[in-house]
């Protein structure tokens, strides 16, 4: 069985634009990042620690734990050979399902499902000649997943102690066309000055990912509080008592109440129908206030807080012209009726930004997706 005591390096991965909210997270926890990538970075630790950083981690997508690493694995054949030599009998069941994912930059493959499969059969192998038997295999996420990373110079192989996505929380059991990612939302929240205790006013709420974000921080509730699935509990040696642990010490640093009022609005009856449903399944709908409105009538209450909003921004039809006005009534919005507040327009169209008509503060790079993006801050007196 595996040895989740002892200590590997743990590369964590995030979309392009979130390693400086996900090093700070990190760095909360009490770890110290290495090796900081565009997509991620690296820590020391064990696979316990990996148990803590998919319960706590927000802006992460997953959380790989080293198996081992080579830097003389020329050709699919001789990654064959070196994955056969390692103890995979220690860390999958031969009565389990394992499947594999890689990332592979390197002359000898043109096809990463054929490196996949040699992958595979190599830990089947080598558990059938240890075992006599053998683990089923396919493209499912929800077993044991094993990872794959090869370039030019290095071949490296992980237990995937994520499986699935952690940007998929459990909670987005309704959406509307184009939701944002978990992750990206709780990365502009971060990027924001808003802190427990303030407003956060979200018109034109969509599904509701923002504000649900926003209430799930504001109540130190663990992002993946609502999964009950992950890489790590179908590595051989798993220990249950230590995560329920860990679920049991995050339930008593929840907050029931918070202060500071959370709104959200759309002018959609379905967008906000699908934010009340999300908000429910999280758990969340009595700490969001929902209003169906336009965005220019949301209420702004008194007191600090932020004022965040999404607008289309015309990527995949050309709806630029038809867009500028939206984009004029932002600025206005903001400037009339959002004084004293700080106010954010997350974008990725920069001719459109400049219609808001408002001086930004900063503009801060993310991504949605593939779609260079900005979070443009404006202060408000």
């Known amino acids: 069985m595996a040895d989740f005591s002892a200590n590997s390096t743990i590369s964590i991965t995030c979309p392009r634009g979130l390693p400086p909210f996900l090093q700070s997270e990190l760095t909360k926890l009490g770890y110290r990042p290495v090796n900081i990538r565009s997509t991620g970075m690296e820590i020391q630790g064990s696979l316990n620690d990996c148990i803590r950083l998919n319960f706590w981690l927000r802006t992460a997508h997953r959380v790989h734990y080293l198996v081992n690493e080579n830097r003389q694995v020329k050709d699919p054949e001789s990654l064959y050979s070196w994955l056969t030599s390692l103890p995979w009998d220690q860390y999958v ?11 592979i930059d390197h002359p000898s493959i043109d096809n990463t499902q054929y490196a996949n499969l040699m992958v595979k059969d190599a830990i089947v192998d080598q558990i059938r000649t240890a075992t006599g038997r053998r683990p089923d295999s396919g493209s499912n996420l929800n077993k044991t997943v094993i990872f794959l990373y090869w370039d030019r110079k290095t071949a490296r192989i992980f237990l995937d102690t994520s499986g699935e996505s952690l940007s998929r929380r459990g909670y987005r059991t309704e959406s509307v066309q184009a939701p ?18 303030w407003h956060f006013i979200n018109p034109m709420s969509g599904s509701g990912t923002l504000a649900i974000e926003t209430a799930l921080i504001a109540q130190n509730r663990p992002p993946a509080s609502l999964r009950h699935q992950f890489g790590f509990m179908h590595i051989l040696g798993y220990d249950d008592s230590y995560y329920q642990d860990i679920r049991d010490e995050a339930r008593k640093q929840t907050r029931k109440e918070i ?34 409105c336009n965005y220019d009538e949301t209420p702004v209450p008194d007191g600090n807080g932020v004022v965040v909003l999404n607008p289309p921004y015309g990527e995949r039809l050309d709806t630029t012209g038809k867009l500028k006005p939206l984009y004029r009534g932002i600025g ?20 459109l930004a400049k219609q808001i008509g408002l001086r930004t503060s900063q503009r801060i790079p993310l991504y949605n997706s593939t779609i260079e993006c900005r979070l443009l801050e404006y202060e408000i007196y």
Not at 265 to 287: E, P
């Open 332 to 351: 206005d919005f903001l400037k009339n009726s959002c004084k004293n507040k700080m106010g954010y327009v997350f974008t990725g169209n920069f001719s």
């Open 259 to 292: 202060s500071g009022k959370i709104i959200a609005t759309d002018r959609d009856r379905i967008s906000i129908k699908s934010c009340r449903k999300n908000a429910r399944t999280a758990g969340v709908d009595h700490l969001i206030e929902f209003d169906l």
């Open 180 to 197: 944002m990612q978990e992750s990206l939302a709780s990365a502009i929240i971060h990027a924001t000055q808003w802190a427990p205790g």
């Open 93 to 103: 069941s031969p009565d389990g399902y394992v499947s594999v994912t890689s990332r």
